[in-house]
């Protein structure tokens, strides 16, 4: 192999690696180090022939320019708040605390399962409902033995509340927002309930709100606050944790337009 092929295969590996960091922060859990490790690879193989590594160095660079329009500039503030549906709460059966995830390393609720669950708590203190739903999911998501979020959202309840808190009904295995929807219709039925309120992240309401209607479900969409990131994306920093929640609602979307199933 010639020096020059050397020097485009340690550039396609070093795009892999860029590409590589990229994929994990805005794929998250959705981005395993097998699948890092092959797009490293992958990129490093297509830096040796002069085709595939010229459309490499044209795709990075087209990437890269999109980037950092993103995070040098507020240009995802429009369709953030395009995804964000906020109604006036008002008297209802419930409160919806929509699931968010679980640290499993170290057990605890992420930062959106807490600001989704204080949301409704906060809710229940003003006296809009008497009960507040809290979601456990299916061993479809996470390590087996990751805690249940439901049972760390309700330690955390008591831990407030004691035995003087909301009233806790869990939604039992699901995994995404529809498998929640569901549950609620069928409590809704069975306990008579007409209106619940939605509680959820900002960036997810809109889309939680259509998928609980589409169940039959009456609900008044009222978000939490965005833990996050701050949404007048100020910093640069805000604005790539903008563009990874983007990236997941945008690619739920189409992930449902195709026919598969909605994620949480």
Same mark, same amino acid.
């Not at 529809?178 to 008579?192: F, I, P, S, Y």
């Not at 589409?214 to 007048?232: K, L, M, N, Y």
């Given at each position: 192999?010639?020096?020059?092929?050397?020097?485009?295969?340690?550039?396609?590996?070093?795009?892999?690696?860029?590409?590589? @960091?990229?994929?994990?922060?805005? @794929?998250?859990?959705?981005?395993?180090?097998?699948?890092?490790?092959?797009?490293?690879?992958? *990129?490093?193989?297509?830096?040796?022939?002069?085709?595939?590594?010229?459309?490499?160095?044209?795709?990075?660079?087209?990437?890269?320019?999109?980037?950092?329009? *993103?995070?040098? !500039?507020?240009?995802?503030? @429009?369709?953030? @708040?395009?995804? !964000?549906?906020?109604?006036?709460?008002?008297?209802?059966?419930?409160?919806?605390?929509?699931?968010?995830?679980?640290? *499993?390393?170290?057990?605890?609720?992420?930062?959106?399962?807490?600001?989704?669950?204080?949301?409704?708590?906060?809710?229940?203190?003003?006296? &809009?409902?008497?009960?507040?739903?809290?979601?456990?999911?299916?061993?479809?998501?996470?390590?087996?033995? *990751?805690? =249940?979020?439901?049972?760390?959202?309700?330690?955390?309840?008591?831990?407030? &509340?004691?035995?003087?808190?909301?009233?806790?009904?869990?939604?039992?295995?699901?995994?995404?927002?529809?498998?929640?929807?569901?549950?609620?219709?069928?409590?809704?039925?069975?306990?008579?309930?007409?209106?619940?309120?939605?509680?959820?992240?900002?960036?997810?309401?809109?889309?939680?709100?259509?998928?609980?209607?589409?169940?039959?479900?009456?609900?008044?969409?009222?978000?939490?606050?965005?833990?996050?990131?701050?949404?007048?994306?100020?910093?640069?920093?805000?604005?790539?944790?903008?563009?990874?929640?983007?990236? &997941?609602?945008?690619?739920?979307?189409? =992930?449902?337009?195709?026919?598969?199933?909605?994620?949480?």
């Amino acid at each position: 192999m010639t020096g020059e092929r050397w020097r485009n295969v340690a550039g396609g590996v070093a795009v892999g690696a860029g590409l590589a @960091g990229l994929a994990a922060f805005l @794929g998250e859990v959705r981005a395993p180090a097998a699948l890092l490790l092959g797009l490293i690879v992958g *990129c490093g193989v297509a830096g040796a022939f002069r085709p595939s590594w010229v459309v490499l160095r044209v795709g990075a660079g087209l990437l890269a320019i999109l980037v950092a329009l *993103c995070i040098l !500039t507020p240009v995802l503030r @429009g369709p953030l @708040g395009s995804l !964000t549906l906020r109604e006036p709460p008002v008297r209802a059966d419930a409160i919806v605390a929509l699931g968010a995830g679980v640290h *499993c390393g170290s057990r605890e609720l992420e930062a959106s399962a807490v600001a989704r669950l204080t949301g409704a708590l906060a809710l229940w203190r003003a006296g &809009y409902a008497p009960v507040v739903t809290v979601s456990e999911q299916s061993g479809l998501i996470g390590p087996r033995d *990751c805690p =249940k979020m439901s049972v760390l959202e309700t330690e955390l309840t008591r831990a407030l &509340y004691g035995a003087g808190g909301p009233t806790l009904v869990t939604l039992k295995n699901v995994t995404t927002t529809r498998d929640e929807a569901a549950r609620v219709r069928d409590l809704a039925r069975a306990r008579g309930w007409t209106r619940v309120l939605l509680v959820t992240s900002p960036s997810h309401s809109r889309r939680a709100a259509a998928l609980f209607r589409s169940q039959g479900v009456t609900v008044i969409s009222v978000p939490t606050q965005e833990w996050r990131f701050d949404q007048a994306l100020t910093l640069p920093s805000d604005r790539l944790v903008a563009l990874r929640v983007l990236m &997941y609602e945008g690619l739920s979307r189409v =992930k449902a337009a195709l026919g598969g199933t909605p994620e949480r």
